[in-house]
């Protein structure tokens, strides 16, 4: 592992509302507001939803954004996926989610991929993203094959 770069300082990403953006961020995740200014003509802000991970979005007019697109399909910025602090915060952002009818799979089921969870859902510009929960102590080992993932309801 790398000694240069400790982790992912911001993402940035384009949001025709930027307003809708953040109350969305700060309800399902307890989101600070760190920076939200113009520049250029251009609104922006910095949005913490961890310790270590900042969301850059910039607003721009509705008809630049693409919508809901399938996997692949989204151009150079697929998804992000966020890392859950713990299996209650995965499962308090799960809850939060299907809460707010944005939940990406169908019943709110959650992929088990041996090593991880994993949980889709769409940001108010329609965007596919996700929240990852890795199991205590899992290795790379524990990982699943696609075939082998299972859709699971970790609350039944």
């Known amino acids: 592992m790398s000694d240069l770069v400790a982790d992912l300082h911001h993402m940035t990403f384009l949001t025709a509302d930027l307003d809708r953006l953040i109350d969305f961020y700060v309800r399902i995740f307890d989101a600070n507001v760190t920076l939200d200014r113009v520049n250029n003509g251009r609104r922006h802000a910095f949005i913490?939803?961890?310790?270590?991970?900042?969301?850059?979005?910039?607003?721009?007019?509705?008809?630049?954004?693409?919508?809901?697109?399938?996997?692949?399909?989204?151009?150079?910025?697929?998804?992000?996926?966020?890392?859950?602090?713990?299996?209650?915060?995965?499962?308090?952002?799960?809850r939060r989610l299907i809460a707010e009818g944005v939940y990406a799979i169908e019943d709110g089921l959650v992929t088990d991929m041996g090593a991880m969870w994993s949980l889709s859902f769409?940001?108010?510009?329609?965007?596919?993203?996700?929240?990852?929960?890795?199991?205590?102590?899992?290795?790379?080992?524990?990982?699943?094959?696609?075939s082998e993932w299972e859709m699971i309801d970790p609350e039944a």
């Not at 900042?54 to 910025?77: K, Y």
């Not at 697929?78 to 713990?86: I, K, P, R, V």
């Not at 929240?131 to 102590?137: E, G, M, N, R």
């Open 122 to 146: 769409h940001d108010p510009d329609d965007a596919w993203q996700e929240v990852i929960w890795v199991k205590p102590d899992a290795s790379l080992d524990d990982f699943k094959d696609l």
């Open 48 to 94: 913490e939803i961890g310790p270590h991970t900042v969301l850059h979005p910039f607003e721009v007019p509705a008809s630049v954004i693409p919508g809901r697109q399938e996997i692949f399909e989204r151009g150079r910025l697929d998804h992000f996926a966020l890392n859950a602090t713990s299996e209650e915060a995965f499962l308090e952002i799960r």
